[in-house]
Nanobody, 116 residues
Framework: VQLQASGGGLVQAGGSLRLSCAAS????????MAWYRQAPGNQRELVAA???????DYVDSVKGRFTISRDNGKNTVLLEMNSLKPEDTGVYYC???????????WGQGTLVTVSS
């Protein structure tokens, strides 16, 4: 599985960004796709996840502001981020999890910077 993330950038607080992650390779095996982020000096944290069955989960800090969606036809997962806050700043990583092999695959990361 290969993942290509895009869509990061610089935005003012209160603004919006959309991240996109395109999967290729053995995409039929993917169970869950997710977005993680890592702020400077912090550990990587799960932001949002969506399973192949459509179950969705968010970290509490983004609930009501971020929306994750999955376009199976385009093998893409999107993260719509609204009402961005400076604390949302970080490198965002796309992740694909294959339950059958318990493997995680990672995209290259895309930087999101929210200015106050």
């Amino acid at each position: 599985v290969q993942l290509q993330a895009s869509g990061g950038g610089l935005v003012q607080a209160g603004g919006s960004l959309r991240l996109s992650c395109a999967a290729s390779g053995s995409i039929y095996s993917i169970t869950t796709m997710a977005w993680y982020r890592q702020a400077p000096g912090n550990q990587r944290e799960l932001v949002a996840a969506i399973t192949s069955g459509g179950s969705i989960d968010y970290v509490d800090s983004v609930k009501g502001r971020f929306t994750i969606s999955r376009d199976n036809g385009k093998n893409t997962v999107l993260l719509e981020m609204n009402s961005l806050k400076p604390e949302d700043t970080g490198v965002y990583y796309c992740n694909a999890y294959v339950h059958a092999t318990m493997d995680h695959y990672w995209g290259q990361g895309t930087l999101v910077t929210v200015s106050s």
